[in-house]
């Protein structure tokens, strides 16, 4: 086609342009922002380390709570976050992220509320019984008590309890 | 009294100022319209060149160091008036142009201003593209006068007269044609439109003259370049369409006019990539000698 | 053109192993590895530029003792080769002036690890800001010279 | 008397900070030097200090044009030193982005030629193509710019349907070869601006260690892709394209050659992309002690990598040649002699890319 | 009297909103967001839908643009960049570099972020943002040229380093 | 027959001059140098007002004629003083007594000589006065080399540099050639009228077109018509008066007298009127190209001279009455702005020490009364309205158009827009922008006070008249154009419109045109300026630019070399060099036989051989 044909066809096909606000459909592995279920996260800090920019961090200061911090603004949109999260707590859901004045609108926190371990007592966030057939293979009810323990009583209960068997094989 | 009011009239609303930079920025939009529409998009606004005037009008300006104030200041605003001037004087329907024998020569000059007011808007602005820009646009309208002085003169000696409104009357001949030819090749050039805009190729030296200027000195200027495309469809008009007599007519031909250099400076546009200084020279010299040279022949033969 | 010829790799090693500071290759994956701590690079670059082999860069890598690793990485081809040697007192010869782009990849070198090449013709910092010193990229250097030493303190 | 006249490094004809001093004589070109380094941003000291996974999200962003070789070659560096063999699935993944990405590169080059010699309709037409490989692009990765596809071991997303990518790529061929293509170069107007204009010979190209389609507008036959075949590239049966001009109208043919190549390439990818795993271990890497060195074909041409490895967590050491590097010096060849008009696209056609340069 | 005084500043406020002319710098980016502020004006975004123009010199510009990091060659430039575009003006700054040096955070060569040295009115986020929110981003910072929110009209400056 | 000292007026201004040259020789050992400029101009102002005087008796095309004394009954000294002589005289009598004005403080610091150049600058506007006044054409002749000879010296004026003395050589050779022409013409004249009293119809009758050619080919050379022009260049070694006198008044204004005086003389238009026209546009053309590709200043002022000269040949040679008057308005207007040209680049010279534009720049903060009346004479030159240059482009245009002659007005259209570039370029170069380097640490310094009344009262000149020309088209054009035998029929009005009906308008638009844009661009800059002390840096791309990096003059002109290559290839020079090297050759081994030969026949043979080379070359 030479030039005139070219321009003879845009101008009897119309324009090709989209209104402001008429967006273009995004694919469905767009990378946007990225959400956490706070419920989900077990603050194993994946996240954290995968992120090149360092856009998400984690403040463990606090008391109650342990805060995962992610600025909108620093990430990257790389996804390996999501990528690598254990417990699916990350999600990406191609939400776009907002445009505006304000950058502490681009600032999220969530907190990741600590409990006391049930067998020792000590701060400690448990595994989401979401996540427990990840973790531990088959969920029984031994393991909806391990995933309630602090990490440190874990492996005491896990050692017992190979050592129990351990024992109560020897015993049969 | 009566003949200074109707100068006033003439100078700042018909065929002056307030109508003509209507219908300029009319045509502005309209050309921007036409390109993004043969590129298959959709183009700015209606109203878009208005707005984009009256925001430079409320912008603070800023004059660069080391250049002539007053001239910064002046260049735009001559610029302006003096094409403003060239606009009253020709006989454009329902217009009170004051006619004299010679105002084509006046007409002439006055289209000139402009392009001087550039070049010296380059110099003195001190920016070194605006500098490359004003040799640029003092070669190129040396190129571009070929054909268009020879258009003109060549149908001053065939209608052998000198005033504007006796050659919107004159009888129309294969001079005509041929000198219209000739206009129409110099117009593109004079409007640094593509493929001629090489005193503002963006690409190679950014805005050229006017690269410093801002705020409303840029507007006025602005403002000029849309009256300029208006003197130019007026002087084509004027020199190459005829007159009925009956103003309506008139006016819708003068419209007409308007919307066939449109399309024409578009469509040149739109179709082409910018030349350089060297080959547009020898396009004007050759091809626009040549129209030149045809016209002048028939019309001296003639 | 060079590479049109075939390429008789058994001579160009002997070749380069009789070049003054030469040690012995080894065939990686990647091509073939020469590590000349004293290599003469000049001679090299005159074999490599009669073979039509092509400077594809230098790379740098902090050595101890100021010293600077610096290799030369060539290829023709399917054909690559790589010289490891290293700098002298922080200096080392510059191939500027036979091969253009060793050039820019000697200012790199020059501003990211402070080898002084003695010959080049332009050694000025190509990537390196003003505020910073050269061979900020070794740990043994401060980065920032600080905003009262300036670009003329750098220089130096 | 020659006067300097700066071109950056703020300026329309560039689409990223470099500057180019030209001394002209009247409106010819006397002599020109380069001056790099304004967006200089340390990725090679960053990288030293990021671990193996953060550092690949930071090389992508060495260039956002070419972002997947970086991050391809970088990955490749390192499964070399771990002797790591990825997947047959992963290797043709990593080549469908790789040709994609040249594509939008090559398009978008094309489109800022076209509008460096003024001819905006070419620009947008190119531009408007361009849309439908960042769809596609998108729909792949997630992604317009910077697709995150690769890791050490393998690629992080699937082409889950292949096949439906396929009509588009042939539409897209259909209009390079007749909007595309015909609009560069049946215009007279634009064929006046490219042809005989920036002049690289073939001695020069050889001397200033040119790669990429500007030497293969010079006539040299470099490419990564048919001299090292890596990847998918050996059994996809790539085809190198050469042109004998040597001027700015070469490089564009070679690019508009390229750009249906890599459509041949993507879509006999596509058809015969393996089945198979994505990667060849899940979780974090661990790569010991070593060092190793790749070669891949950026849209620009050869791009180096140097990775070496102390066996912690993070690189020891890595380098990274872009082809730019090398390119760019060679307009100081081109420009001599040359209008000063013709230097905006001059400098466009060896398709500068200053944060490949810069880092 | 007042009518008029009202008429034309409503006039002026619909011009700043209407005719958003830009001027981009690259601090020091990837050029990521630069070649998605590329195809704005290109046929699927065209941004001249809302009148904006991408313009040659600071001096003809609304709006400066800026994406990537602020590297240290180049904070000089964009400073005086800055100053030579006349009010009112407004800075959009594109991409995650501008607002916190994203991946680069750290080089000792980067002096980023943006607002240390100029104020920033609007900030598109993203990696880099698709062009649509760049136009968004435009069109909002047009809209607080209009409203004379911008940090210019307010007189707000940033603390000197 | 002498009956009284002063027989007539007509005598009066000659006599002055002449006297004043007189009494500078006889007072030089009294005065200081400021003293015999001082006596210099009065002499020079009594004879501008004994010019005047004349006015009223020529009036309506009369004439006086005039005899001083008889020498040999037939070659008298009489004076036939019409209109036409009026004009030159006042013209030559009133530049003439400016720029003396100006060398008062010009050549005050001139260490030997000045009595030389007062006395030769009094002869040379005095040989002026007696070319324009003789009746005969023997005397004609006679004035004709005494300013060839005047100027010679004048140019040749600090003979101890040698390209003061090679142009000199240059200029002597050029015109003095060309001259013979003349003295061939007049000879041939003779030959066939038997008189050499040019008022006699026996004269007229006896134009032939071979007469016609020398004598337009003598005009040629003085006048500086292509390609006759290539000693205008050598020539600006000359002191900076010489060179505005040359320029303006006296030496190339005797060619357009010549050729004026030949309507007098009889109809030669038919003969030569196409061949001059052919010439005045290819001299407007060449003159103002090559004045493109100047950088020193006084070079490109000598290039423009040729231009504006092709100006005038060219009213002349349309032949009509408005085409004569455009061409003497044009005469006396650009006597006005390029006099002032020539000044102002004196005051730049003198303090500047240069005079090359490379080296200018900047002199604005400096030099404003400099500044501001150069721009007054370079937008004259430029044809910008409301100054004399306007209504003299106008008149010759109009003129041209009248006549039918578009190819003229196209070249004049196109030159003068050349014309306004290189005067841009050069106004930009030398007083705007950044002080060049080279000035640095140079104490620059506004012109003396009689300087600046010198250069002020030509500049306030060009736009007085430029406003009402009819107050010098009526009194001092029209007899003019009527002591040459034509009707007058031109009404001219204020803005230099002329007049039907209406004008008037017109002229009062351009005033309130500059009015409104002067008032607009004011309030604009109050309304919309910055805060003070906000001057912002110019936009180089982020980076400044090399010191004192800029555009010069010279890069203008390398641009208008591209774009007029052919013409700078067909430079004439060369040619006139070498025939003047050959005739040297030539004269040098004649002289040395004639030495041997001891024979005053050679040196006629001499002659003789140069012109026939002269007329082989016309033919």
Redesign the interface.
């Known amino acids: 086609m030479s030039i005139f044909s070219i321009l003879r066809h845009n101008l009897g096909h119309g324009s090709r342009t989209r209104k402001p606000d008429d967006l273009p459909p995004r694919a469905a592995p767009f990378r946007g922002l990225i959400e956490q279920d706070p419920t989900l996260c077990t603050g194993c800090r994946n996240c954290s380390y995968v992120c090149s920019p360092k856009a998400i961090q984690f403040d463990d200061t606090g008391e109650l709570a342990l805060e995962w911090a992610y600025a909108a603004d620093q990430c990257c949109f790389c996804g390996l976050c999501v990528m690598y999260c254990p417990t699916q707590a990350l999600s990406n859901n191609g939400v776009l992220p907002q445009v505006g004045h304000d950058q502490s609108a681009l600032h999220f926190t969530n907190e990741v509320p600590y409990h006391s371990c049930i067998s020792c007592g000590t701060q400690m966030i448990p595994i989401p019984a979401q996540a427990a057939a990840k973790f531990f293979g088959e969920v029984t009810e031994n393991t909806e008590e391990l995933r309630l323990m602090c990490h440190e009583c874990r492996r005491r209960a896990a050692s017992e309890k190979i050592r129990d068997a351990f024992i109560t094989g020897e015993k049969s | 009294m009566t003949e200074i009011l109707s100068l006033i009239v003439g100078f700042l609303i018909w065929p002056g100022l307030i109508v003509a930079a209507a219908l300029g920025f009319f045509y502005m939009w309209l050309m921007r319209k036409l390109t993004a529409r043969m590129q298959g998009r959709k183009g700015p606004p209606f109203y878009q060149p208005f707005f984009d005037f009256v925001k430079l009008v409320g912008k603070r300006s800023l004059v660069p160091r080391d250049s002539s104030r007053v001239l910064f200041f002046l260049l735009p605003f001559i610029s302006l008036t003096s094409t403003v001037f060239g606009l009253m004087i020709l006989p454009l329907p329902g217009s009170a142009a004051p006619s004299f024998s010679g105002d084509l020569v006046l007409l002439l000059y006055l289209m000139e201003m402009p392009v001087l007011c550039d070049v010296l808007a380059g110099f003195v602005s001190r920016s070194i593209y605006g500098q490359v820009s004003a040799m640029r646009e003092a070669v190129m309208s040396l190129a571009y006068s070929v054909p268009l002085l020879a258009s003109v003169i060549a149908l001053a000696q065939a209608a052998d007269t000198f005033r504007l409104a006796e050659l919107h009357t004159a009888p129309f001949g294969l001079v005509t044609v041929i000198a219209f030819i000739a206009f129409a090749m110099a117009i593109p050039a004079r409007l640094k439109s593509n493929p001629f805009s090489i005193p503002n190729a963006e690409h190679e030296i950014g805005h050229g003259a006017h690269m410093e200027y801002n705020g409303l000195p840029l507007a006025v200027f602005e403002l000029s370049h849309a009256l300029e495309l208006m003197l130019l469809i007026g002087t084509l008009y004027v020199l190459f369409l005829p007159g009925t007599g009956h103003v309506a007519t008139d006016a819708l031909v003068y419209l007409a006019a308007g919307f066939a250099v449109v399309a024409l400076v578009v469509f040149a546009k739109v179709s082409t990539a910018r030349f350089t200084v060297k080959s547009a020279l020898r396009f004007y010299w050759l091809w626009g000698g040549l129209a030149a040279g045809a016209a002048m022949v028939v019309a001296i033969v003639s | 053109m060079a590479s049109e010829t075939d390429l008789n790799m058994n001579a160009l090693r002997e070749r380069l192993e009789s070049l003054r500071g030469a040690t012995s290759f080894e065939e990686r994956c990647d091509g073939v590895w020469m590590e000349a701590p004293d290599l003469d690079v000049e001679a090299m670059m005159r074999e490599m530029n009669a073979e039509g082999f092509r400077l594809a860069t230098m790379t740098g890598r902090q050595a101890p003792e100021g010293e600077t690793t610096i290799m030369y990485h060539f290829n023709r081809g399917p054909h690559l080769l790589h010289f490891k040697t290293r700098s002298h007192g922080g200096s080392h010869p510059s191939l500027a002036l036979v091969s253009h782009p060793a050039s820019w990849c000697e200012r790199e070198l020059h501003d990211f690890f402070a080898v002084k090449f003695d010959g080049h013709p332009n050694l000025v910092p190509l990537f390196r800001p003003a505020c910073l010193n050269e061979g900020f990229f070794r740990d043994d250097i401060t980065p920032e010279n600080g905003p009262e030493n300036g670009p003329e303190a750098s220089q130096a | 008397?020659p006067?300097?006249?700066?071109?950056?490094?703020?300026?329309?004809?560039l689409?990223?900070?470099y500057?180019l001093s030209f001394n002209?004589?009247?409106?010819t070109v006397d002599k020109v030097s380069v001056d790099?380094?304004?967006?200089?941003?340390?990725?090679?000291?960053?990288a030293q200090?990021?671990?193996w996974?953060?550092?690949?999200?930071?090389v992508?962003?060495?260039?956002?044009?070419c972002?997947n070789v970086h991050a391809t070659s970088f990955c490749m560096a390192a499964e070399?030193i771990a002797g790591i063999e990825i997947p047959k699935r992963a290797q043709y993944i990593r080549t469908i982005m790789g040709e994609l990405e040249r594509m939008h590169s090559h398009l978008?080059w094309a489109?800022?030629a076209?509008?460096?010699?003024?001819?905006?309709?070419?620009?947008?037409?190119v531009?408007?193509l361009?849309?439908t490989i960042?769809?596609m692009l998108?729909?792949?990765?997630?992604?317009?710019?910077?697709y995150?596809m690769n890791r050490i071991g393998g690629v992080?997303?699937d082409i889950p349907d292949p096949l439906q990518y396929v009509s588009t790529l042939e539409t897209a061929a259909k209009t390079l070869e007749?909007?595309v293509i015909?609009?560069f170069m049946?215009?007279p107007?634009?064929r006046?601006?490219m042809g005989g204009v920036g002049i690289l010979t073939k001695e020069d190209a050889?001397?200033?260690?040119t790669v990429g389609p500007v030497a293969r507008a010079s006539g040299?036959a470099?490419d990564v892709r048919s001299?090292?075949p890596y990847l998918a590239y050996e059994e996809l049966g790539f085809r190198i394209v050469t042109q004998e001009s040597c001027d700015v109208q070469a490089r564009v043919v070679v690019r508009a050659l390229e750009l249906l190549e890599s459509i041949r390439l993507i879509i006999a990818a596509l058809k015969g992309l393996p089945a198979g795993p994505l990667r060849a271990f899940e979780g974090l890497p661990t790569i010991p002690a070593g060092e190793?060195?790749?070669?891949c074909e950026a849209p620009r041409g050869?791009v180096?990598y140097?990775v070496?490895s102390d066996g912690s967590d993070k690189p020891?050491?890595v380098?990274i040649?872009t082809p730019s590097?090398?390119n760019i010096?060679?307009l100081e060849a081109m420009m001599p002699g040359q209008?000063?008009?013709?230097?905006?696209l001059i400098q466009a056609s060896v398709d500068p890319?200053?944060?490949c340069t810069?880092r | 009297m007042g009518v008029l005084t009202k008429l034309f500043s409503s006039l002026m406020a619909t011009s700043r909103r209407k005719s958003p002319w830009i001027y981009t710098i690259n601090s020091g980016s990837c050029n990521g967001c630069d070649i998605e502020i590329g195809p704005c004006i290109s046929p699927r975004y065209d941004a001249e839908q809302i009148g904006m123009l991408r313009h040659a010199s600071p001096k003809h510009a609304d709006i400066l643009v800026v994406t990537g990091a602020v590297s240290k060659r180049i904070k000089p430039a964009l400073l005086d960049i800055y100053s030579q575009m006349p009010s009112p003006k407004a800075v959009v700054a594109v991409g995650s570099c501008p607002a916190s040096c994203n991946v680069f955070a750290g080089s000792p060569v980067l002096d980023g972020p943006l607002d240390k040295f100029i104020p920033v009115d609007i900030w598109v986020p993203g990696c880099p943002p698709r062009p649509q929110l760049i136009i968004d981003g435009i069109a909002k910072a047009a809209q607080m040229l209009a409203d004379g929110q911008t940090a210019d009209q307010l007189g707000k400056k940033v603390a000197a380093e | 027959m002498i009956t009284t000292l002063l027989p007539s007026p007509a005598f009066w201004p000659t006599a002055l001059l002449f006297g004043g040259a007189i009494l500078e020789v006889l007072l030089a050992g009294f005065l200081s140098s400021r003293g015999k400029g001082w006596l210099a101009f009065i002499a020079t102002a009594a004879a501008l007002a004994a010019s005047f005087a004349l006015l009223p008796a020529v009036q309506g095309g009369a004439h006086l004629e005039a005899t001083a004394f008889l020498w040999d009954g037939g070659a008298p000294l009489t004076y036939y003083v019409d209109g036409l002589s009026v004009l030159f005289m006042i013209m030559g009598t009133a530049l003439g007594a400016l720029i003396l004005m100006f060398s008062i403080g010009y050549m005050a610091d001139e260490p030997s000589g000045t009595t030389r150049f007062f006395f030769l600058m009094l002869i040379f506007i005095g040989g002026l006065t007696l070319l324009v006044g003789a009746q005969s054409l023997l005397m004609t002749y006679f004035a004709w080399e005494l300013i060839g000879l005047c100027s010679y010296f004048l140019v040749g004026f600090w003979y101890a540099r040698q390209e003061a003395t090679d142009g000199a050589r240059k200029v002597l050779l050029i015109t003095h050639i060309a001259g013979f022409g003349f003295m061939a013409a007049i000879l041939m004249i003779y030959a066939q009228a038997g008189t050499f009293i040019w008022s006699d119809p026996k004269v007229a009758a006896s134009l032939s077109t071979t007469i016609v050619i020398l004598l337009l080919v003598a005009s040629m050379a003085k006048s500086v018509l292509f390609p006759l022009h290539t000693w205008i260049p050598e020539a600006m070694n000359a002191p900076t008066p010489v060179s505005a006198l040359l320029h303006s008044a006296c030496y190339v204004k005797a060619g357009v007298y010549l050729i004026a005086r030949m309507y007098a003389i009889g109809d030669w238009h038919p003969a030569g009127g196409a061949f001059l026209l052919v010439v005045a546009c290819l001299t407007m053309i060449v003159g103002v190209v090559f004045a493109l590709a100047q950088t020193d200043l006084k070079r490109l002022l000598a290039f423009h001279t040729v231009s504006q000269l092709g100006y005038i040949a060219a009213g002349l040679a349309i032949g009509t009455d408005l085409g004569v008057a455009a061409a003497l308005y044009y005469t006396i207007s650009h006597a006005l702005f390029k006099g002032t040209l020539f000044l102002c680049a004196g005051s730049i010279q003198h303090a500047t020490g240069t005079r090359d534009l490379r080296e200018l720049g900047g002199l604005y903060s400096k030099m404003p009364v400099t500044t501001w009346v150069w721009l007054i004479a370079a937008a004259a030159i430029s044809g910008v309205p409301l100054t004399t240059g306007f209504v003299a482009k106008w008149l010759l245009l109009s003129a041209a158009l009248d006549d039918g002659q578009a190819v003229v007005v196209m070249v004049a259209w196109f030159v003068s827009i050349l014309t306004a570039f290189s005067f841009m370029k050069a106004t930009v170069s030398a007083f705007y922008g950044d002080p060049s380097p080279s000035l640095a640490g140079k104490h620059i310094h506004e012109a003396t006070p009689t300087m600046q009344v010198g250069m002020g009262i030509t500049a306030v000149l060009c736009v007085v008249f430029g406003i009402a020309p009819q107050f010098l088209m009526d009194p001092v054009i029209a007899p003019a154009v009527e002591g040459l035998g034509f009707n007058w029929q031109i009404a001219t009005s204020w803005g230099g419109v002329l007049t039907r009906a209406g004008s008037i308008d017109v002229s009062l638009g351009a005033i309130g045109v500059i009015v409104f844009s002067v008032v607009a661009a004011f309030g604009a800059y109050q309304l919309t300026r910055s805060r003070p002390g906000t001057a912002v840096n110019v936009f180089t791309g982020g980076e400044s630019l090399p010191e004192g990096d800029r555009l010069s003059a010279t890069d203008f002109a390398e641009m208008a070399e591209v774009a007029f290559e052919p013409v700078y290839k067909t430079d004439p020079d060369p040619l006139w060099l070498r025939f003047g090297s050959w005739l040297g050759a030539v004269a040098g081994k004649v002289g040395q036989t004639a030495l041997w030969a001891e024979d005053k026949f050679i040196a006629v043979t001499l002659a003789g051989a140069a012109v026939l080379c002269v007329w082989i070359l016309a033919l």
Not at chain 4, 24 to 27: F, G, I, L, R, Y
Not at chain 4, 114 to 125: L, R, S, V
Request: net charge negative; proline share 6%.
């Open positions: 008397m006067y300097q006249i700066p071109i950056g490094p703020f300026h329309p004809a689409e990223e900070p500057k002209c004589v009247a409106d790099v380094g304004f967006s200089f941003r340390g990725i090679e000291i960053l200090k990021r671990e996974l953060p550092a690949i999200t930071l992508e962003r060495v260039c956002g044009i972002s070399r978008l489109g800022l076209a509008e460096f010699m003024g001819y905006e309709t070419a620009f947008m037409e531009f408007n361009r849309e960042m769809d998108e729909s792949i990765s997630g992604n317009r710019v910077n995150g992080n997303r007749k909007v015909p609009a049946d215009n107007t634009a006046s601006r050889i001397a200033w260690g040299l470099i001299d090292l190793a060195t790749t070669y050869e180096f140097y070496a020891a050491r380098r040649r590097f090398v010096p060679a209008q000063f008009a013709n230097t905006s890319c200053l944060s810069d």
